[in-house]
């Protein structure tokens, strides 16, 4: 096991949510699991006043509501926990920070002034923020490395995305920017990779001749929870849809690496993304549908419409469901379509893949044969599901579906990092293949820049009713192909209960 640097991680906002419920949880773990260096300095940094004590037993308590923690190992974790407090919007400020850096530096003992700077802070400062480190000096890597871990959105639409990505490449060059993804960092998503291309019986059948369509899913039980203000200037193709599932996507449609690094996976998630078929006015019309959920009872609770949340404009027109029927033109993938959704308010929480494998073209079985159906599902009860046909018992030559599963969860002994541990974890070490590309990204939003103008235009725009799966016009996406949606349970396998 590789052990990072000894180095500093300075968070920027490290007095939000993010900071208490994600990263200083995933860096404890790492510190608990013996992952992270001899020496390191963790450094808040926002405008609210805390002193190094105050901020660490606002974290301690904090932990300890979230989960059972060791004392005396959280203690010591906490030990190397620090915190300053300046304006980040005001440049002049920035030398409390390089003072602390020093200060830290000295009191650590470190040789090299590695340090990873998070931006766990509302988008409007990721242009400032790199620039003030830059004016700081604090982007010189002649005294060791300097990393920029930047939170989604990467803009707002193209345009706002190339301004981004040109404001910071003016200070950090590409290599030192990590932009997260916290999908990329979920222990099924990389075992796409592995499961791929290290099978000889799965990636010969990778590809048009034997796949029939596939299925990508990202389904929320929840509402908006409290962020109707964020989320009505977001929505779903901006939220899930842009970032999340389209990346996903990329690893299950990408060529084998030539290696298994930084440089070669990024060139192949590339290349799938520039080979998503452009969006025509006809798609738009006939190949995309919006969605918003409307009140509804569920299990006997009310629950209110998505113009009811607080903070929601009382007209809005803003989607919290948006299902897709889109191509990839390359040799590989051509005429194969990949029906992507996802949404609010669904039944349950759940991300999956589903690869549809063609009918056996046998004449004695032909259409009454089951369907051969890969299931890869990345959250929750994380596993993989095949289905395909057996005899059934008795006389006779029928088929029946029968299920082989493996679930991660079996895998006792081994300690799975959850995804902020993992891509943490990378950022320390300098490795950079489960970050997207500034290409990457641009490529995203190329593609989903006809939906985000569609929307301008106030086109249609569906109800679905609170804990179903999103508006009919969804599933006649797939009805007028002869396909029809998985609806997925909170558990992989089918059993004769679906828990929601």
């Excluded at 404009?313 to 051509?334: C, H, P, Q």
Aim: contains cysteine.
């Amino acid at each position: 096991m590789v052990i990072p640097e000894n180095s500093s991680i300075v968070i920027f906002g490290a007095s939000g949510d993010l900071t208490f419920r994600k990263l200083i949880p995933a860096l404890y773990h790492l510190y608990a699991n013996k992952q992270l260096p001899a020496s390191f300095a963790i450094l808040g940094a926002s405008r609210t006043f805390y002193s190094d004590e105050s901020f660490r037993d606002k974290l301690r308590h904090s932990m300890q509501e979230l989960e059972k923690t060791d004392p005396a190992t959280l203690d010591a974790f906490m030990a190397h926990v620090h915190y300053q407090s300046f304006n980040i919007s005001d440049t002049h400020e920035y030398h409390h920070l390089t003072e602390r850096l020093d200060a830290l530096a000295d009191q650590y003992g470190f040789t090299q002034r590695n340090t990873l700077f998070y931006l766990a802070t509302p988008p409007k400062l990721y242009n400032s923020i790199p620039a003030s480190l830059a004016e700081h000096g604090l982007n010189d890597e002649s005294t060791g490395w300097k990393r920029l871990v930047v939170e989604k959105p990467f803009g707002y639409d193209l345009a706002s995305a190339r301004q981004l990505d040109k404001d910071i490449h003016a200070h950090f060059a590409e290599h030192q920017i990590y932009r997260i993804d916290h999908y990329l960092g979920k222990e099924t998503v990389q075992n796409l990779l592995v499961f791929r291309f290290s099978n000889a019986m799965f990636e010969p059948l990778w590809n048009r001749n034997f796949i029939d369509y596939v299925e990508i899913t990202g389904a929320e039980h929840l509402g908006v929870e409290g962020r109707g203000g964020y989320y009505d200037q977001s929505g779903a193709v901006r939220d899930m849809f842009q970032n999340h599932l389209l990346q996903v996507l990329a690893l299950v449609a990408m060529e084998p690496p030539a290696q298994i690094n930084a440089d070669a996976m990024r060139d192949e998630v590339f290349k799938a993304l520039q080979s998503l078929e452009p969006l025509s006015d006809d798609d738009l019309t006939n190949n995309l549908v919006l969605g918003q959920y409307t009140e509804s009872l569920v299990g006997g609770n009310a629950l209110p419409g998505y113009r009811n949340e607080p903070g929601v404009a009382e007209d809005s027109r803003t989607e919290t469901y948006v299902g897709l029927k889109m191509f990839i033109n390359n040799w590989r993938w051509n005429g194969v379509p990949f029906y992507v959704r996802t949404g609010k308010r669904l039944p349950t929480r759940v991300t999956e893949v589903v690869i549809h494998f063609k009918q056996t073209p046998h004449p004695v079985f032909g259409k009454n044969a089951p369907e051969n159906r890969l299931v890869i599902r990345i959250q929750p009860d994380e596993g993989i599901q095949m289905s395909f046909g057996l005899k059934e018992p008795g006389a006779g030559f029928n088929a029946k579906a029968v299920n082989m599963d493996f679930h991660y969860a079996s895998l006792e002994e081994t300690q799975m990092l959850t995804a902020y541990e993992r891509l943490l974890l990378d950022a320390l070490k300098g490795d950079a293949t489960l970050f997207a590309r500034s290409d990457a990204v641009e490529a995203c939003w190329q593609f989903v820049e006809p939906i985000l103008q569609y929307k301008e235009n106030d086109k249609a725009l569906f109800g679905y009713a609170c804990g179903t799966w999103g508006p009919k016009e969804a599933d006649q996406l797939l009805e007028r192909d002869g396909h029809a949606w998985r609806f997925p349970c909170k558990n992989l396998t089918d059993t004769e209960y679906c828990e929601l």
